[in-house]
């Protein structure tokens, strides 16, 4: 699926503050750190993770990639969506973001949803001549984005910052990043976690954003 978008073309998300690779922290029921994420909060559980990166000697770390996170969505009420789609790039709260690619502002939103788990302050990119045309979303984001709907934001430019636990839908500091197919916009397929009955084939609507994520710290 992804040799149909160039994603290798893509700008540093993180600018040059993160130039280093990451290391990857694995949340997921079947990962070494299930028993933290079952018996954490959020805040502390930002605190660990944080704690996993200081004792690799790098300051952010990726998570996510299809994770089964049973253990983490059960606190929020959720029992059968625990397939979490896209990437977490866990960076401390207030970090910029910065446009990978040439792009439009489609969507933005503040998501508020009863007993946290939501997204917070979220931005859905349009993004075309790369290949076919695709969707960033990225959530977990500071209330406050100073870009509107119908905004062309060009490559390497600011675009939002991610937020802290009080504004990013309760969460440990990081944003969700998602590739949306055009095939998924379309359908408002945007959860960041689903029924993986649902999505027998989840490239289909959100191949992975790795190769996106990887320029921050490799040249193509």
């Not at 998570?63 to 977490?88: C, N, Q, W």
Request: charged share 20%.
């Amino acid at each position: 699926m992804e040799k149909r978008f160039a994603f290798n073309n893509a700008l540093p998300l993180l600018g040059e503050r993160f130039a280093h690779e990451p290391c990857y922290i694995d949340l997921s029921e079947d990962g070494p750190h299930v028993e933290a994420v079952r018996n954490l909060s959020q805040r502390d559980l930002d605190k660990y993770i944080k704690a996993i990166q200081a004792e690799h000697g790098v300051a952010w770390s990726l998570s996510g990639e299809r994770e089964r996170r049973m253990a983490m969505y059960r606190m929020f009420g959720l029992t059968e969506s625990y397939l979490h789609i896209g990437l977490d790039v866990n960076v401390p709260a207030g970090t910029p973001l910065f446009a990978p690619f040439d792009c439009v502002v489609v969507a933005k939103g503040y998501d508020t949803r009863d007993g946290g788990g939501g997204f917070g302050g979220n931005i859905t990119l349009k993004v075309e001549g790369y290949g076919e045309t695709f969707y960033l979303m990225f959530g977990h984001l500071a209330k406050h984005i100073g870009r509107k709907v119908g905004d062309f934001v060009k490559a390497g430019e600011h675009f939002a910052n991610t937020g802290d636990w009080t504004e990013n839908g309760g969460w440990f500091d990081h944003t969700h990043v998602q590739v949306l197919t055009q095939k998924a916009f379309a359908q408002n397929l945007i959860w960041g976690f689903v029924r993986p009955s649902d999505y027998p084939n989840p490239d289909e609507y959100s191949p992975s954003p790795m190769r996106i994520i990887q320029t921050v710290w490799q040249k193509n």
